[in-house]
């Protein structure tokens, strides 16, 4: 688990020019039109918000051409995936997951007792599906992430209908699908109305720019999102996030957009490095992976004496650094700090 405090702005006015590309945030943040509905939200915030999101519920439904029983809104994806692992894992019931992968599901299964099982990303950095489903007969959740975090890379759908055809009966398969929007491979969504025990996860913390807003849906069978009510009935999101969530889907060409704009920042910078004699990820989100073939913490914090803040490293990935894609301009920045720490010295 990452402290909080290193998440945080520090006080001090050097942090106002840091440059953050280290937690998969969003530089443009929300949209126009999604600050403008937020902003409206909070003079509607004296009421419960529910008929916003029977709204934003609908709008999903329609846009996804899936049964509105087939959508919960929740404050953040995180939220729908750990009452998911507590509902499928505990007692002998496991988590099986990749390595390395998000870490949030692992942590939930962890806090109630049950076992985790990490399972390596295969040559071509997907989920070793085979080996995920031979890791224990007594699996409760399965957890895909797609792209996953942090190398970026895609698991083939076949292999991901694999897992929900081989896998224990009455086992839980969660997509994660928190960075789809930045690429072209299909979403595990149209699946969900013949698979009963597929949860696909999706967030507006990502493409939307709206991390801090917490706004998040899952998308299963109504049997199925029952069974993630482990507090009895859910919650309602808040009135800004719900009306901000409307207007960024409401707009359709936002999405195309922010996805074209990314995909050439990041191919740019990813060209950069590879341009340098370094190996990356075959990234299909807002981040990519560089492998510094050194320790990639050192490199990290050598950074951030420059102002540029990178991801955190991974224990069985240790010469591998994660970078968000940023701005224009931060990118710069951080090619410069780079070139200073980490390239040798020009003659
Ligand atoms: N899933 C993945 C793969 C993530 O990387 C993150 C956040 O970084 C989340 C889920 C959590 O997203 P949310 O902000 O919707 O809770």
């Not at 029977?54 to 995936?81: C, F, N, T, W």
């Not at 076992?115 to 599906?129: F, G, K, P, T």
């Not at 969530?245 to 920042?265: H, K, T, V, Y």
């Amino acid at each position: 688990a990452r402290a909080f405090s290193a998440a945080l702005p520090a006080a001090s006015k050097a942090s106002s020019s840091e440059v953050h590309l280290d937690f998969n945030e969003n530089p443009w943040g929300p949209s126009a039109a999604a600050r403008r509905a937020m902003e409206q939200g909070v003079a509607l915030s004296g009421r419960y918000p529910y008929r916003f999101q029977y709204q934003l519920v609908d709008l999903l439904a329609r846009q996804l051409s899936v049964p509105a029983e087939h959508i919960e809104i929740y404050a953040g994806s995180k939220v729908a995936l750990q009452q998911a692992v507590m509902a499928f894992t505990g007692g002998s019931r496991s988590l099986v997951l990749a390595t390395p992968t998000y870490e949030a599901p692992a942590l939930a299964a962890r806090a109630q007792g049950a076992a985790v099982h990490e399972i390596d990303l295969d040559a071509r950095h997907a989920h070793d599906i085979g080996a995920m489903l031979a890791a224990d007969a007594n699996l409760g959740a399965i957890y895909i992430c797609n792209p996953n975090n942090p190398t970026g890379t895609l698991t083939p759908m076949v292999q991901i209908e694999r897992a929900l055809r081989e896998k224990p009966a009455g086992a839980l398969v969660v997509v994660d699908e928190a960075y789809i929007h930045y690429c072209d491979a299909p979403s595990c969504v149209p699946l969900v109305k013949d698979h009963p025990d597929l949860l696909v996860l999706r967030t507006f913390s990502k493409i939307y720019g709206m991390a801090g807003a917490r706004l998040g849906y899952a998308v299963g069978q109504p049997a199925l999102l029952e069974k993630l009510n482990v507090l009895g009935e859910q919650n309602v999101a808040a009135a800004s996030s719900l009306l901000g969530g409307i207007a960024s889907l409401e707009d359709r060409a936002l999405l195309p957009e922010r996805r074209q704009a990314n995909a050439r920042i990041r191919s740019e910078n990813m060209a950069w490095f590879r341009d340098r004699g370094f190996t990356c990820t075959d990234a299909q989100g807002n981040f990519f992976m560089v492998d510094l073939r050194r320790p990639a913490s050192d490199v990290a914090q050598a950074l951030a004496q420059h102002g540029v803040r990178v991801a955190r490293t991974w224990e069985n990935w240790p010469t591998w650094m994660r970078v968000t894609v940023g701005k224009e301009e931060e990118m710069a920045r951080l090619r410069k700090a780079f070139a200073l720490v980490a390239l040798p010295a020009k003659h």
